[in-house]
């Protein structure tokens, strides 16, 4: 048969394919790359960049946020340099991922690409691109708006020399960041997707088979929503870690703690209604479900033990960069620990024999820290004992040298009914600063302690 030169790219493509809506053409456009990402095996880097867009929003339009930086601040008198300093640092991690994902394309896919463009995008989408026929594929994109990160950090950085950056100037920056994310139809698909298959496929086995094992579709659908959901937490949690560990700036990990809140929240709701729903509607699995009911109940007290409890001491005037270093960490210990109790938990509902150590690497059990937990409390208990018996021989401030050291290793890994108590009495006895006050509450203090003891000890029974 004689060899037919291919003069017209669009041949390759089917009658059938002609007849899709624009909107379907661009989904099957979108869907390619996403291919071509996959092959790339930089799926991973994706999840990444698009974790950063999608903090940056947070960092942008939290009012939790925005309380917590200007609780002692008239509207007047705030200093936006934090958020600018923020948009900054995250606009460096954006640009080298861009550039990580800006691959090296072979001729034949170019000529793909502006098939796509002249033909396809130009004819058949709604809204016209003026540009576009220099922009031939996502990838171009991505290099547009690389260009446009250097430019936007070199102004941040001139913005951030002066004295005072006010309300206004911080809006303008927004709305100008926000104008050319808006003229990227890449990234504002992948922004549009709250779930995209191969980013949020899960291959952890124990996890898998119990998903295919659900004969009911709606169970099934929610308990994937769910372990999405959980991994997607886990894998936030990486990379605050990892931007804490590199980088000297800890602004940085600050638009990726507010996003994994926000993706907690989603967690939660998510928990409350469908999933929850879902397994009550199930007779058999209506009988085992208290532990799964204690456990949704203490994550949102983990939820509060974060937000409540650890954040907002990162912005309070006395915290110094090694504190504020050791709040992070704190929420990124206190998070693993709960959302990972909660996917084991849910997994040992389908298959009992599960257990978190073969779902996760150096998984440690909030019951096997509990047992180390325990030995730390009673040497505390112990040595305020000892204070009581031996009152010239210890000092009270060695008492709060004990008490300090148990807050910085091991309060997280109580639960939040004792942790939050921890913490009050802790607040009382700073404040009765050694004066005859001390010894009463250090008393209630040692009575707290035997109870918390008494407690781990019938939990473990």
Known sequence: MEKKEVENIGEFFSQESRALTPEKKWEDIFSGWLDKIDQEKMMLNLFELKLWFESIEEFNSSTYLENLAFKRHAPGERNYEF?????????????????????????????????????????????????????????????????????????LSEILRLDQISQRAYLSIKKLYHRELLGNPVLVSLLKKQFISKMDKIYQPDISSVIAACKDKNIRKNLGIFFILSFRLL???????????????????????????????????????????????????????????????????????IWEGELPFYFDSESNKLKKRQMIQNIVVTAEVAVQELIETVTRLFKPGVSGNSIFENYISRRQKSIEVKKKLIRLHTKINDYFTHKDDIAPSEIFFDINQFMESDLNYLLYKDWNEFLSFYDNLNRTNFSAEFEPTLRAFHSYLTRVLKEIVSEKK
Do not use: H
């Not at 691109?129 to 991505?142: Q, V």
């Not at 870690?241 to 907690?264: G, R």
């Open 235 to 305: 894998k936030i949690n990486n990379f605050i870690e990892l931007n804490l560990d590199k980088s000297k700036y800890l602004e940085i990990t600050i638009p990726l703690v507010v996003s994994l809140k926000k993706n907690m929240e989603d967690l939660i709701a998510f928990n409350d209604s469908a999933l929850w729903q879902s397994l009550q509607a199930d007779p058999e699995l209506k009988k085992k479900l208290a532990p799964i009911g204690d456990l949704f109940k203490c994550f949102k007290m983990e939820y509060k033990k």
């Open 83 to 155: 958020y600018v300093f923020g948009l900054q640092q995250a606009a460096a991690r954006i640009t080298a991922l861009l550039k990580e994902l800006d691959f090296k394309k072979d001729t034949y896919f170019l000529n793909f690409e502006e098939y796509v463009v002249e033909k396809m995008l130009e004819q058949n989408m709604e809204k016209s691109f003026p540009s576009i026929k220099e922009l031939y594929s996502p990838e171009s994109w991505f290099y547009s708006f690389r260009i446009f990160l250097q430019n936007f950090r070199n102004l």
